[in-house]
């Protein structure tokens, strides 16, 4: 492969200041394309854009297909009548400079962005074209779209309930009842039947990130710049990856991994590391001409170049 010279920087937007208690894909993110543009550089290194999960990194997310929520602009979200200004003015407990503090913003963030996707999906003062965007979105995405919404709906449910009752391990396989832990067809039926709604507001906010994702990124190669993508080689044993395709994994009958990864002992961990994520299982995985892999694939080159 043959490369122009370039050079550019690795910055994930989590980082970019100018909106409170976290970095978006707004217009802060705009503004440091102008700045590479500006200082000659042609790259833009990013992580993962995952929502992420445990210890808020980047590497344990919820999905691998899915962005992160947090990252949504809410000025983008007034902007097109989906919220007010009113809706998000911070509180006091959200950062208005310094390191991000994960919990306050979701414990804050979430809540609008539901409340943005309730005020989508009434129909109300929303645009014809919207609509249609958001139904082609949700029907080019549900190869992965709706089984990590149902994912969250159900997970949602049960953390809360397992912050009530604090069982030894609340991980999908260890806490959800049987039926929903290994994904049964029926049981997922009926568990949208009466949860529509909330499962729905997790695709309308995932068509959210897609839409500020996708102006970001248009603005960006119009520019010059290109984005460079990331892609971990294990997923989080937490994700709607693996409890949709256990199949996938080396787990045992109730989803729980039989080996995990990490790495022994080295220069740079005297004890090794034990990362916890569940290993796959290439054997089936071949059997289906590695489709997981190359869905997932294909994803990342629809949000980078």
Same mark, same amino acid.
């Given at each position: 492969m043959k490369f122009t010279r370039s050079s550019g920087i690795l910055l994930h937007p989590t980082s970019l200041a100018g909106t409170p208690g976290i970095g978006t894909i707004g217009k802060p993110a705009f503004d440091f394309v102008d700045w590479l543009t500006d200082a000659g550089q042609s790259l833009w290194q990013i992580l993962p854009l995952g929502p992420t999960g445990y210890g808020d990194s980047p590497y344990a997310s919820f999905s691998t297909f899915a962005g992160n929520p947090l990252l949504i602009d809410l000025d983008?979200?007034? $902007?097109?009548?989906?919220? %007010?200004?009113?809706?998000?003015?911070?509180?006091?407990?959200?950062?208005? %400079?310094? +390191?991000?503090? *994960?919990?306050?913003?979701?414990?804050?963030?979430?809540?609008?962005?539901?409340?943005?996707?309730? +005020? *989508?999906?009434?129909?109300?003062?929303?645009?014809? $074209?919207?609509?249609?965007? *958001?139904?082609? *979105?949700?029907?080019?995405?549900? +190869?992965?779209?709706?089984?990590?919404?149902?994912?969250?709906?159900?997970? %949602?449910?049960?953390?809360?309930?397992?912050?009530? &009752?604090?069982?030894?391990?609340?991980?999908?396989?260890?806490?959800?009842? $049987?039926?929903?832990?290994?994904?049964? &067809?029926?049981?997922?039926?009926?568990?949208?039947? $009466?949860?529509? +709604?909330?499962?729905?507001?997790?695709?309308v906010i995932q068509f959210f990130f897609d839409q500020q994702w996708t102006a970001l990124k248009k603005y960006a190669n119009e520019n010059g710049i290109s984005l460079i993508g990331d892609i971990p080689i294990f997923v989080a044993p937490d994700s709607a990856d693996v409890w949709s395709n256990q199949k996938l994994f080396q787990l045992d009958k109730n989803g729980k991994p039989h080996c995990v990864a990490g790495v022994p002992p080295d220069y740079f961990c005297a004890d090794g590391q034990l990362w916890g994520n569940p290993l796959y299982d290439w054997k089936k995985m071949k059997d289906d001409g590695y489709k997981w892999w190359i869905a997932r694939i294909k994803r990342v080159f629809e949000l980078t170049d």
């Open positions: 983008c979200l007034v $902007e097109r009548g989906w919220l %007010t200004k009113k809706d998000i003015v911070p509180p006091e407990y959200i950062k208005k %400079t310094g +390191n991000v503090d *994960f919990g306050a913003v979701v414990w804050w963030k979430l809540p609008l962005l539901k409340k943005a996707a309730e +005020n *989508f999906l009434s129909g109300k003062d929303i645009r014809a $074209e919207d609509l249609l965007a *958001f139904k082609d *979105f949700c029907k080019s995405k549900k +190869n992965w779209l709706n089984d990590f919404a149902l994912f969250m709906s159900i997970k %949602t449910v049960y953390d809360k309930k397992a912050a009530e &009752e604090k069982p030894a391990n609340s991980i999908w396989y260890a806490w959800w009842p $049987e039926k929903l832990a290994l994904h049964d &067809e029926g049981a997922l039926a009926d568990w949208y039947k $009466e949860n529509k +709604n909330d499962v729905d507001l997790y695709k």
